[in-house]
């Protein structure tokens, strides 16, 4: 088994940390989600796990997981038949925990991730995968040709790793292409992006993230009318999501809430709506 797949660029092989974080989680007796398409991918990937194994970070990845899959659940009891475009889909099987009969998906990655992704899943009518740059906007004219709104995105552990001018122009670009769209997204502060190299995960593979960014209030500023929807640390999620962790998750959220490391309170997830 090889250590770095040669299947994934530096950036992508990101994505295999929280594909092994839901791996691990569905495999405990009282997990935050099930997720047993991820244990199946993780078993057939030519990819050295172990790595990985006992660090901190993985249930972060969940807990972000848990709090992305609920928003985009909220988003399809208001709106069944919605639009949900994945950002960087890597190998995440959110269709498979929060798909309702009748919303459309688009799941959009770089063509490497989108190759490995076709071993797993397959194009339906309500399910289509697009092998493209979130920089590229030629995705978005598949998208809008195809789905009719309201249009959900969701980047999920991915445009941290863009430099911040691509991030605001693919910000930007969702705007004018699909406004009054929800968009989710994380972002990491200064003191997370300074200290990388030393963050359990991020140090054992080759990428690194490049947008520091101080907080919410910065994508708001960008385009006027952006409304910050929701905004929270994974030490202070929001009560429902919390309420539905297992006991020993609620235990160790207090713990951190009340620790204020910078490491954890500079790291957001946020959901807009787009002007």
Same mark, same amino acid.
């Not at 339906?124 to 906007?137: E, F, N, Q």
């Given at each position: 088994?090889?250590?770095?797949?040669?299947?994934?660029?530096?950036?992508?092989?990101?994505?295999?940390?929280?594909?092994?974080?839901? =791996?691990?989680?569905?495999?405990?007796?009282?997990?935050?989600?099930?997720?047993?398409?991820?244990?199946?991918?993780?078993?057939?990937?030519?990819?050295?796990?172990?790595?990985?194994?006992?660090?901190?970070?993985?249930?972060?990845?969940?807990?972000?997981?848990?709090?992305?899959?609920?928003?985009?659940?909220?988003?399809?009891?208001?709106?069944?038949?919605?639009?949900?475009?994945?950002?960087?889909?890597?190998?995440?099987?959110?269709?498979?925990?929060?798909?309702?009969?009748?919303?459309?998906?688009?799941?959009?990655?770089?063509?490497?991730?989108?190759?490995?992704?076709?071993?797993?899943?397959?194009?339906?009518?309500?399910?289509?995968?697009? =092998?493209?740059?979130?920089?590229?906007?030629?995705?978005?004219?598949?998208?809008?040709?195809?789905?009719?709104?309201?249009?959900?995105?969701?980047?999920?552990?991915?445009?941290?790793?863009?430099?911040?001018?691509?991030?605001?122009?693919?910000?930007?670009?969702?705007?004018?292409?699909?406004?009054?769209?929800?968009?989710?997204?994380?972002?990491?502060?200064?003191?997370?992006?300074?200290?990388?190299?030393?963050?359990?995960?991020?140090?054992?593979?080759?990428?690194?993230?490049?947008?520091?960014?101080?907080?919410?209030?910065?994508?708001?500023?960008?385009?006027?009318?952006?409304?910050?929807?929701?905004?929270?640390?994974?030490?202070?999620?929001?009560?429902?999501?919390?309420?539905?962790?297992?006991?020993?998750?609620?235990?160790?959220?207090?713990?951190? =809430?009340?620790?204020?490391?910078?490491?954890?309170?500079?790291?957001?997830?946020?959901?807009?709506?787009?002007?």
């Amino acid at each position: 088994m090889t250590t770095r797949g040669p299947f994934l660029g530096a950036v992508q092989e990101t994505l295999l940390i929280p594909l092994y974080g839901r =791996a691990v989680e569905h495999r405990k007796q009282d997990p935050a989600l099930r997720d047993a398409r991820a244990e199946e991918i993780v078993a057939a990937l030519p990819y050295d796990f172990s790595r990985f194994d006992g660090l901190p970070s993985l249930v972060g990845t969940v807990l972000r997981t848990v709090l992305f899959d609920r928003w985009v659940r909220d988003f399809l009891t208001t709106h069944p038949s919605g639009t949900v475009v994945e950002i960087g889909t890597g190998l995440n099987t959110r269709y498979e925990r929060v798909d309702n009969g009748s919303a459309r998906w688009f799941e959009l990655d770089l063509p490497d991730v989108i190759e490995v992704r076709r071993s797993f899943f397959t194009d339906t009518p309500r399910r289509t995968m697009i =092998a493209a740059s979130v920089s590229d906007s030629a995705w978005t004219d598949t998208v809008a040709a195809d789905a009719d709104g309201p249009y959900f995105f969701s980047a999920e552990a991915v445009l941290p790793f863009l430099d911040e001018t691509d991030v605001r122009a693919v910000v930007g670009m969702l705007a004018e292409r699909f406004p009054g769209s929800w968009l989710a997204l994380d972002t990491a502060g200064p003191a997370i992006i300074d200290e990388q190299d030393r963050h359990d995960a991020l140090s054992k593979v080759d990428a690194r993230m490049r947008w520091s960014c101080t907080g919410p209030d910065v994508v708001t500023r960008w385009h006027p009318g952006t409304e910050l929807i929701a905004s929270h640390t994974l030490s202070a999620l929001p009560p429902r999501v919390y309420a539905s962790l297992p006991a020993a998750y609620q235990q160790m959220l207090t713990g951190l =809430a009340e620790q204020r490391l910078a490491q954890v309170e500079e790291y957001r997830l946020n959901l807009f709506r787009l002007p």
